[in-house]
């Protein structure tokens, strides 16, 4: 599906915000996520998977330059076309009887926010949430509580030691980050007894199922699909030793 | 009136020539969203073993320019499930279906080729003799000219329709397999499956890819895979059915014109899900442009004086 951008633009370092017309086609779910096509030309060959930020009279996502394909992303401009194929995946399902807490390290904060914007909005209910940034710098959201790594902003630390004493056996996290910080997390769950969601990358070439390279390795030691059967997951399901 | 696309393997008709690869159209329904199947010259369904396979561990795949790699290593459900759970779905389908199978000793190939007899919505059987990503069978085979030649002599056997022999470029001469291939009575031969290549991580300073290496596809390798055709087409006289990087219409003219009747189109499928049809499109275009009536006119064609 071509789409015309509406927004490309930095919004902290080495982020930027990309926004496409939404053609009222279909809904998207939170943690769902798009496979972008970056040129026309067969380089970079593979499109590249990002998770929906916002969606309202526009798709929003947020995305951190950190290769060849994202750095051209960059020059794209306002008015132009962009292919984009989803949305796919699985994302998050909400589930309104227990004390929610959205915690996102880096770029995967941008996931949780639209996750944040529907349960807020549509579903009413609170929510906490807790975004871990390396540096001042790097942060895109003052939308919500917010750790540093070097402690130029908010809380001293990583985003897990913020969290810690919040998890027991009534909270229902949904997490998007470092895989480090992931597996920690879901060490700290597994010791509260407390449920979590997690969204996980993993090197995608097709998005749709096909292809079987972006696995993961389950807690019974056979293989999901990141693409269609996440990149949500139960914590439970995952075998995090295998990360 | 149009330029005729239609093509023969065997005794079998293919309505176009186009094809989609093995390992990167799944079951053919994963498609069904974003294309109309019935308009394929038919589609090649991921490669099957006699038991369901788990595949390596990830990662299994890595970018390279205008190429990937992958180490799948045949991850699949195996030919009881494919024909309990998936066939029936295929039934009502207007395309040819064929079956790529796989497996670590001739009696594996034989038991699975003997099972996709019984089903005749399996039009053919491609065999796979190239795969680089599995310790046994796999690629050892498709290097061995007279392995080659048993294989498929033995599958000829238990198979009632044709028998495509798929082959690995990761030889130093594909057109001698490929004789072995045709001397054991193979109806074609599929050329090319992936070239073996390795990623190494900087950061890391260890292979990036689990299994160490794995099978280069993509636009990179199209150049190799014509040449591998071109070499082929002037050793045998069954059928050849090109594949290795095509993403438009003209690399797959480049392949009918080097001696493929049929070509199959794989790793672009993952980037645009209803390219086969745009390169579909693409043929038949240039046949009318160029005023050629038939396209078996253009097959070898790169080979005249
Ligand atoms: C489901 C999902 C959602 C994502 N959502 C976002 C998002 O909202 N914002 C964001 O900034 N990033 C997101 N990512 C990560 C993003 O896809 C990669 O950062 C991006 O593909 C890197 O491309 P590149 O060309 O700049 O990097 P390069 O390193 O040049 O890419 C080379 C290859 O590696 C792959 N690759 C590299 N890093 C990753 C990675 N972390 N995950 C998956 N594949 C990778 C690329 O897709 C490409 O095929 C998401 C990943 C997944 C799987
Ligand atoms: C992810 C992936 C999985 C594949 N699986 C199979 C397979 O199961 N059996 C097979 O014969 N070939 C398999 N192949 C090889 C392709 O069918 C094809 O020969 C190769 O990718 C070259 O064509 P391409 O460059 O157009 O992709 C696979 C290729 C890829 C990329
Ligand atoms: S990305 Fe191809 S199966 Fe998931």
Known sequence: MRLKIVQNEQIAKDTFVLKVDNPGLFEVLPGQFFMVKINDYPFPLLRRPFSVAGFSDTIDFIYRVVGEGTRILTTKEKGEFIDILGPLGNGFSINSTKKLLLVGGGIGVAPLLYLKSVIESEYKIRCDAYFGFNSKDEIFTDDGNIATMDGSAGFKGNVVEMVEDKLNSDVLVYACGPTLMLRRLAFLCFEANCSMQVSLESRMACGIGVCLGCVVQTADNRYKKVCVDGPVFDFEEIQWQAL | ?305
Do not use: W
Request: aromatic share 6%; hydrophobic share 45%; glycine share 10%.
């Open chain 2, 1 to 305: 009136m149009a330029s005729s696309l239609v093509v023969k393997l065997g005794n079998l008709i293919f309505k176009n020539p186009v094809l989609t690869a093995s390992g990167t159209f799944g079951y053919g329904l994963e498609y069904k969203k974003y294309m109309d199947l019935n308009k394929l010259g038919g589609f090649i369904v991921k490669g099957l073993s006699v038991k369901e396979k788990l595949g390596n561990k990830p990662p299994r795949i890595v970018e390279t320019p205008c190429g990937m790699l992958n180490a799948i290593g045949l991850q699949n459900i195996g030919v009881d499930r494919f024909i309990e759970e998936k066939l029936p779905k295929l039934e009502n389908l207007n395309t040819h279906v064929i079956a790529n199978i796989y497996g670590s000793e001739v009696s594996e190939f034989v038991e699975i080729a003997e099972k996709l007899d019984k089903e005749p919505k399996i039009s053919a059987i491609e065999v796979n003799v190239s795969c680089p990503n599995v310790s046994a069978g796999g690629a050892l085979f498709g290097k061995d000219p007279d392995m080659v030649f048993v294989l498929t002599a033995s599958i000829k056997k238990v198979f009632s329709r044709p028998v495509i022999v798929k082959l690995t470029p990761n030889v130093e001469d594909i057109a001698f397999i490929a004789q072995a291939a045709e001397k054991g009575g193979a109806d074609a031969v599929s050329l090319i499956n992936t070239i073996t290549g390795m990623v190494i991580d900087t950061k890391t300073k260890k292979p990036l890819l689990a299994n160490k290496t794995g099978g280069l596809s993509g636009p990179a390798i199209y150049p190799v895979g014509v040449r591998m055709v071109y070499e082929v087409y002037e050793k045998v006289k069954i059928p050849i059915i090109g594949v290795g990087g095509i993403y438009s219409s003209d690399i797959a003219l480049q392949y009918i014109m080097a001696g493929a009747t049929l070509i199959q189109v794989g790793t672009a499928n993952f980037i645009d899900p209803a390219i086969s049809l745009e390169i579909l499109k693409g043929i038949g275009e240039y046949l009318e442009s160029e005023g050629i009536e038939s396209i078996s006119k253009l097959i070898g064609i790169a080979h005249a004086d």
